[in-house]
């Protein structure tokens, strides 16, 4: 298989569909695209029905590109990382990796034009408060796909129109790449510029600057070098693949010994600015609409990371308390983006932390405007039920007492 078959192939996958984000290739399954959060077949000249092991190892390698760290990757630990460009059509970021003897593919398209925080939508918090941050640790945390990477290049693309700052970036790939505008970007890429987030933030250190992006928290030397940049007066964002703040301060407490575990926490307490969590739910009428859970730095916060979390002290419980800071947790985004009618029901239900406040409010909200709920429809239920007459099996007026009809005994 040559390169520009290749192409041709990533390319058909593109056009097939409007809103694609991934493009997965697994031997026997055709050709996948995922569209909206949903896997779509992509049909292709010549067909190709299911992939055989010959043609994703063909395609593997042509995505390997002869590049020796990547070809030793795959084989060592059974996965590797890269980057790859269809010339006037998209990037990639790849993941290849082995399942039962055979290659698997998965690029995820990257979006070459930079976002910015009003295209996304995104609460006024980020521009007031979050994108302004001198020093800290900010946090963007969800699962894979949920658009960590997008919301953390509107905030350096705010930071670039803003600040004369100088701005370095450690990525796994680079996905934006940002132009020079009022900020100095350097923007370094793993495996080709350095070979481990840690050496590369050790390094970071030494450059100068004032805001560092690392591309992902993945262990334990990362997270005790990005909370040493905070502490020495740097602005560092990275990101974590956890669902909530609470199970993000967990999830960076596990990385430590226990014995280590109380320093941390008071490190961690210094430093953390925000935690900005997402979920995407599939919008009403297509497309996905972002959900977020958002927490700030305050004295409650800070004592319950020291302290841990506690009745009266939970994370949930604080960023319900600070709302009208601007604070958020999933349950109120939830019911938010139902009422907007950006969700329906089920999603907002599905999507939330605590399912039973979120019914409750939303029942209320539909009372508010007059519409029916699960708990008037029992009641008008119930109420048809006790209205109508008694009657007895057969269809007959019931007996008074209950009793069986009298029978009449013939002389």
């Known amino acids: 298989m040559r390169a520009n078959e290749l192409n041709y192939i990533l390319k058909t996958m593109l056009d097939s569909q409007e809103d694609v984000s991934d493009l997965i290739m697994t031997v026997g399954k055709p050709l996948q695209v995922e569209s909206s959060g949903e896997l779509v077949k992509v049909g292709i000249e010549p067909d190709i029905e299911r992939l055989t092991p010959f043609q994703s190892e063909m395609i593997t390698l042509n995505?390997?590109?002869?590049?020796?760290?990547?070809?030793?990757?795959?084989?060592?630990?059974?996965?590797?990382?890269?980057?790859?460009?269809?010339?006037?059509?998209?990037?990639?970021?790849?993941?290849?990796?082995?399942?039962?003897?055979?290659?698997?593919?998965?690029?995820?398209?990257?979006?070459?034009?930079?976002?910015?925080?009003?295209?996304?939508?995104l609460p006024p918090i980020f521009a007031d408060k979050i994108a302004k941050e001198k020093t800290g640790l900010v946090l963007v945390t969800g699962s894979t796909g949920s658009g960590k990477s997008t919301t953390l290049a509107a905030l350096l693309n705010y930071i670039n129109e803003t600040k004369s700052v100088h701005v370095v970036t450690l990525e796994d790939p680079v996905e934006f790449v940002h132009p020079q505008k009022k900020a100095t970007f350097n923007q370094r890429e793993m495996g080709t510029d350095f070979d481990a987030f840690s050496s590369g933030l050790r390094a970071a250190l030494r450059q100068a600057p004032k805001v560092i992006l690392v591309g992902e928290m993945r262990d334990r030397i990362t997270v005790e070098l990005g909370l040493s940049a905070a502490e020495t007066g740097h602005l560092v964002m990275s990101t974590l693949h956890t669902i909530d703040a609470g199970q993000t301060i967990n999830r960076i407490l596990g990385m430590f010994d226990t014995d280590e575990q109380e320093q941390v926490r008071l490190r961690l307490a210094d430093t953390l600015r925000w935690i900005v969590c997402q979920r995407l739910a599939p919008r009403v009428g297509g497309g996905r609409k972002a959900l977020l859970e958002i927490m700030g730095?305050?004295?409650?916060?800070?004592?319950?990371?020291?302290?841990?979390?506690?009745?009266?002290?939970?994370?949930?419980?604080?960023?319900?308390?600070?709302?009208?800071?601007?604070?958020?947790?999933?349950?109120?985004?939830?019911?938010?983006?139902?009422?907007?009618?950006?969700?329906?029901e089920e999603n907002a239900a599905l999507f939330c932390t605590k399912k039973g406040v979120v019914s409750r409010l939303i029942d209320r909200l539909k009372t508010e405007r007059g519409e029916a709920t699960e708990a008037t429809d029992e009641l008008k239920l119930r109420e048809d039920t006790s209205s109508k007459p008694a009657s007895s099996s057969n269809g007959g007026p019931k007996p008074v007492g209950g009793g069986s009809p009298m029978k009449l005994k013939l002389k």
């Not at 990382?81 to 698997?104: C, E, I, T």
């Not at 730095?297 to 960023?319: C, N, P």
Request: aromatic fraction near 10%; glycine fraction near 8%; charge should be neutral.
């Open 63 to 121: 995505l390997v590109g002869g590049m020796r760290r990547l070809t030793e990757d795959l084989l060592r630990s059974g996965s590797c990382d890269s980057s790859y460009f269809v010339p006037g059509s998209a990037r990639f970021r790849v993941n290849l990796f082995s399942q039962r003897g055979n290659f698997s593919c998965v690029l995820r398209k990257l979006t070459t034009e930079i976002p910015t925080l009003e295209q996304l939508k």
């Open 297 to 344: 730095a305050s004295l409650r916060t800070k004592d319950s990371i020291v302290q841990g979390e506690a009745e009266g002290r939970s994370f949930y419980e604080i960023i319900e308390a600070s709302a009208m800071l601007g604070w958020c947790h999933f349950d109120m985004a939830c019911v938010e983006a139902y009422k907007e009618g950006a969700i329906t």
